[in-house]
């Protein structure tokens, strides 16, 4: 008869059903237990669910002050987490994603999309270690990357226990403060994909512009923020492959009865990129491009300097932004100007020609003539006496 090993997972994670099908995948072909999937919600009590001693083995994905974990790891049943938070605990082997690695291409995905300041969101962070570690991590990388940062709590009960947050974005008024207090543009690296949806959520009811001020980086790529109404750029987790470590770890503990050498944790998979960082084209290089269009256009932008911050070929760049937009960049950086120009003119009656024209980035009061005189078959002076006298 087959050892009993209890999976025991979080109902409402994608993560864990992934992480199941890996165990159950492996056990297919290279059968060693028996596997019961115990699925909890928030603060459920597992003992109730099937008694800790009935089992051989223990898969988890648990926090590290599970009760009923706790209680397994003292009775001495093998404990194997897929995650980060029994670090510490010796009895316990993890399975789980570089974490350092996964905040280094955060960094790197931030930095790539034109951004400065990054900052980290999470729920309860000041209870839970290995979440205060990846904070301080990241913290650390972008700090060591010239990048101003931070990290916070979401305000509210955490979303894995109450996902009704989630249904009426509108009353969250304390994480709307927040997101209204960051310095913008930013991105925001969160804990998982709930914490993605809840800040996306709340920046679209409240005018927040995603991810032109916004930028917003989830983890696990669930189906919740996989078709949000901004659909949410991700880490995938691998659950699959987690689950078939954590299955062949548990197989050796029960037939050898002495606990494996922890295994080396597993490299993040490539980022997802969707609207929450890449904009309507899910393109990190085409969002990055029209960002610094959008910022320094009036700082006497050129064309061929966006080229350094992409990494695509000026004539990639130039096509697909104008499938994206309509417009070249440089066409998009004539009309920045051109737009700017134009409310400046007629915003202030006071503020002269001279004025605008260097708030509109040109070098000489000529050029700036001579641009407006081919945008609208007038002189900028022209312009400002027909529109102000009718």
């Known amino acids: 008869m087959q050892p009993r090993v209890a999976l025991v997972f979080p109902a409402q994670l994608d993560f864990s059903h992934s992480v199941i099908r890996g165990v ?95 900052y980290f969101l999470s729920h309860e962070l000041g209870k839970r270690k290995a979440l205060v570690e990846k904070a301080d991590d990241f913290r650390a990388q972008a700090i060591a990357c010239g990048l101003e940062t931070g990290s916070f709590d979401m305000p509210g009960d955490p979303i894995n226990e109450n996902p009704s947050r989630l249904t009426d974005f509108s009353r969250e008024t304390e994480v709307a403060d927040l997101l209204h207090s960051l ?9 998982d994909d709930n914490a993605a949806v809840m800040a996306a959520g709340v920046g ?5 512009a995603i991810p032109s001020e916004l930028a917003i980086l989830g983890y696990g790529n669930q189906i919740v923020g996989r078709h949000n109404m901004i659909p949410i750029s991700s880490f995938p987790m691998g659950g699959r492959r987690i689950g078939k470590m954590a299955a062949r770890l ?27 960082t890449g904009g309507t084209t899910h393109n990190i290089d085409i969002e990055a491009a029209r960002r610094m269009i959008e910022s320094e256009a009036c700082s006497g932008l050129k064309a061929k300097e966006i080229l350094s911050l992409v990494s695509v070929t000026r004539k990639t760049l130039t096509e697909q932004y104008k499938r994206a937009y309509g417009e070249t960049p440089a066409e998009a950086i004539r009309r920045v100007r051109f737009e700017t120009a134009r409310s400046n003119l007629l915003s202030s009656a006071f503020e002269s020609v001279s004025e605008v024209s260097v708030k509109c980035g040109f070098s000489s009061i000529t050029s700036f003539s001579n641009f407006f005189q081919r945008q609208t078959g007038m002189s900028p002076l022209e312009y400002r006496g027909t529109i102000l006298s009718d």
């Open 183 to 191: 310095p913008k543009p930013c991105g925001i690296f969160c804990e």
């Open 250 to 276: 548990m197989k050796k503990w029960l037939s050898s009865g002495k606990k494996p050498s922890s295994p080396r944790p597993l490299a993040p998979l490539p980022i997802v990129v969707r609207e929450s």
């Open 204 to 208: 679209y009811v409240n005018n927040i």
């Open 24 to 118: 159950a995948e492996d056990l297919e072909v290279s059968p060693g237990f028996a596997p019961t999937p115990i699925h909890f919600i928030g603060d459920e009590v597992l003992a109730d669910i099937a008694p800790v001693n009935t089992f051989s083995g223990i898969i988890s994905l648990a926090a590290w002050d599970n009760p009923v974990l706790r209680l397994a790891v003292d009775a001495g049943i093998p404990v194997i987490n897929c995650g980060t938070d029994w670090l510490k605990e010796k009895r316990v082997l993890s399975c789980f994603v570089d974490q350092k690695l996964a905040s280094q291409f955060a960094i790197q995905h931030f930095k790539k999309a034109g951004l400065s300041q990054v």
